[in-house]
Structures are given as C-alpha cells and as structure tokens.
C-alpha cells in the first residue's frame, strides 16, 4: 500500500503560477512513476506529466513549456510547478503513482485530489 498526501493548489489568476507536491509513504520502494492526471468539469481524465525513477519525463501537449515536473527520491515527492496558468487549466488534479515491478502486489495509488482554479 501507498499513501498520497497532496498539498497546493487553490485560486489564481490567469498568467499566474502554482506548485502542487505530493508526498508519497508507505511501500514506496515499488513506485515506477509519479506524476499528476487532472479532470476537468465533463471531461475525461487526463495524464498532464509524469516521471519515472528513469527521469523519463512526459508531459501533455497542452501544458509543454509551462508545467514541469520534479520528483525528490529521497522523500518520495513529486512536484508540479504549473507557470502562465490558463483558465483552461482549471481542473481537480490527481497524484497517481504505479509499479512495474512484479515482485510487488499493487499497480497503482491515486491521491485525493487538489481543485486548481484559474480565473480569467
């Protein structure tokens, strides 16, 4: 098991910046990627960014060259640094770790959810 403790997100207006951070506890020693989905009012789910314990990084076409993400192995942390935020942006927005690794018996965990609201 693996417990997400999400912390940011909030109200901020357009153009503005965020960081979200998720601190991950628990049988971490599993974790392939971390990384941040987000779902929008009527809208699927969708993975923004990720990084793996490879630093292969993937971020969504929408938020290239605004959003990175980091990830701190040593506390199991994954931040999101969101700049030049858009009211487009605005979502709930989901940690979400996985495993590939087959000698553990869990796939993946999601956070509780952060609500990120840009105004315009």
């Known amino acids: 098991q693996v417990q997400l403790v999400e912390s940011g997100g909030g109200l901020v207006q357009a153009g503005g910046s965020m960081s979200l951070s998720c601190a991950a506890s628990g049988d971490t020693r599993c974790m392939t990627s971390m990384g941040w989905y987000r779902q929008a009012p009527g809208k699927e789910r969708e993975l923004v960014a990720a990084?793996?314990?490879?630093?292969?990084?993937y971020y969504v076409d929408s938020v290239k060259g605004r959003f990175t993400i980091s990830r701190d192995n040593a506390t199991n942390t994954v931040y999101l640094q969101m700049n030049d935020l858009k009211p487009e942006d605005t979502a709930v927005y989901y940690c979400h770790v996985d495993s590939i690794d087959l000698t553990c018996d869990w796939i993946d965990f999601w956070g509780q959810g952060t609500q990120v609201t840009v105004s315009s």
């Open positions: 990084t793996t314990t490879g630093n292969l990084l």
